[in-house]
DNA sequence: ACCCATTTGTCCGTATGTATA
DNA sequence: ATATACATACGGACAAATGGG
């Protein structure tokens, strides 16, 4: 096993960060990106690309297309391909193709778990009885889960959701609702199969996290809530390097 | 001319919209959207999308591609492809009305800085040297426009940037700039009116914050890169409130 | 107007790996 | 453990759009 032999022996290659045509894909991205090539240049020619990357057309023009759904190039029959990437300053978006690694996942759940930390600071200054009263139903329905051994997931991102609410400021729950929807959705894998008594642990450590930063709100300290949360972030981005493609543990932060 | 036999007789296909694969992008989004396919139901296999619509399976494969990239569907690899149609969480994006009274350009601050003290902390344990110029530079560059009475903000904000950047995640960079230009065009006030002595003390403040978060930041203390940001922070704020509507102060945290 | 080279678009066929049921 | 279906990769072929000679 692991052998892998192209046909036409093509030097070497020594990641595969996922397969070839992610290889690409990062290539360019990063090439318009850092300016290498600007705006309304011309990319390389498809057979260019095959004979720099070594691959097969086939690949090269899957990583196009890639490249074109997320915005980033056009291309034009006959012509060729095209940077667009007008420093779209408008909004804030986070493009498809950064969910393709792990490392892009991992990137994503530190910002929003550094934002979480500010979160519960602000929040432990500022939260109201409504606010601790919503986290504690959240908090509640969280540990019914565990025990139930039903989705656990919607109550704990309900939990920080709250977290962010009672920072009184609305940009820090916007930003959570939309990074939890990107996120989210990535996340189908097990959740329940693959380490039953594992994930069993594992959620009943973050509900213990949990219980810390409502804690530290509660008692209006923010230094802890933050701690609380960075405490919690660590465990969280250790689990999930740790266990590679086990990446049921990060929405769990 | 215009004849185009195809080896296997492909019965009718009266338009072309601009390609195969964007035909069977457009049906099935059609489908999915009509709800013909709802959500969580399976698509057809790839083979049979290729029979029914006489396309081949790189045809196929293409048109699935920019399905996903759209969010429109979810593939399960060795099981199928499923609807999803979530619309729209598609992306972060701050109203202009957001800007209309002084508490909400406070609050879209807090956020930025939230954001900025993290990123510090982050870019303590992962600044480059390369990082570690570029910062002296803008440094460098904010106190030369002290001195000279000029345009403060440019390179005030280029060293803020580059803390993002030395974080090492794009994601930290990409809000700060969205969240800049936010910002930045709505402090078109002042600046150099309505107290130029006040102006001076207070620029020779932020860039002695400015140094200590560098130095924390070269050391790679991230409690007191976080600590220096935060001092900050709080002197900024202070100023913001204290002053109403002078708002000059906020971009120079 | 024609042809030609370039470049992208579409298609075919095949082979191997991998995940799921 | 086998069968199914998707994932990835290769290679060759021709069609269609474009721009220049």
Redesign the interface.
């Known amino acids: 096993m692991e052998s892998w032999k192209p046909p036409s022996a093509p030097a070497v290659r020594q990641r595969r960060p996922r397969g070839l045509v992610q290889e690409i894909v990062n290539s360019l991205a990063a090439s318009i990106?850092e300016g290498v090539i600007k705006p309304g240049d011309k990319l390389p020619t498809e057979s260019e690309i095959m004979s720099r990357f070594e691959v097969s057309r086939?690949v090269v023009?899957?990583a196009l297309?890639?490249l074109?759904?997320?915005g980033l190039v056009e291309t034009r029959h006959g012509i060729g391909t095209f940077a667009l990437n007008l420093?779209d300053?408008?909004?804030?978006?986070?493009s498809?193709?950064?969910f393709s690694t792990l490392a892009d996942v991992i990137?994503?759940l530190?910002?929003r778990i550094?934002?979480e930390?500010?979160?519960a600071g602000?929040a432990a200054q500022r939260r109201t009885d409504a606010n601790l009263a919503a986290m504690e139903t959240a908090l509640k329905a969280f540990s019914d889960a565990i025990e139930q051994d039903s989705e656990a997931v919607p109550s704990d991102f309900a939990f920080h959701m709250e977290v962010s609410r009672a920072t009184g400021?609305?940009?820090?729950a916007?930003?959570m609702?939309?990074l939890g929807?990107?996120i989210i959705?990535r996340t189908?894998i097990d959740t329940s199969s693959s380490a039953p008594e594992g994930r069993l642990k594992y959620l009943q450590q973050a509900h213990g996290d949990h219980e810390n930063i409502f804690i530290a709100i509660r008692n209006q300290d923010a230094d802890a809530a933050r701690a609380a949360m960075r405490t919690s972030r660590r465990r969280s981005s250790r689990d999930t390097s740790r266990n590679g493609g086990l990446i049921s543990s990060m929405y769990l932060s």
């Open positions: 990106r086939t023009r899957e297309s890639k074109q759904a997320n420093p300053t408008s909004n804030f978006k986070i498809g193709c950064d990137a994503l530190e910002l550094s934002l930390t500010e979160a602000l400021n609305r940009h820090f916007d930003l609702t939309y929807t990107m959705p189908r």
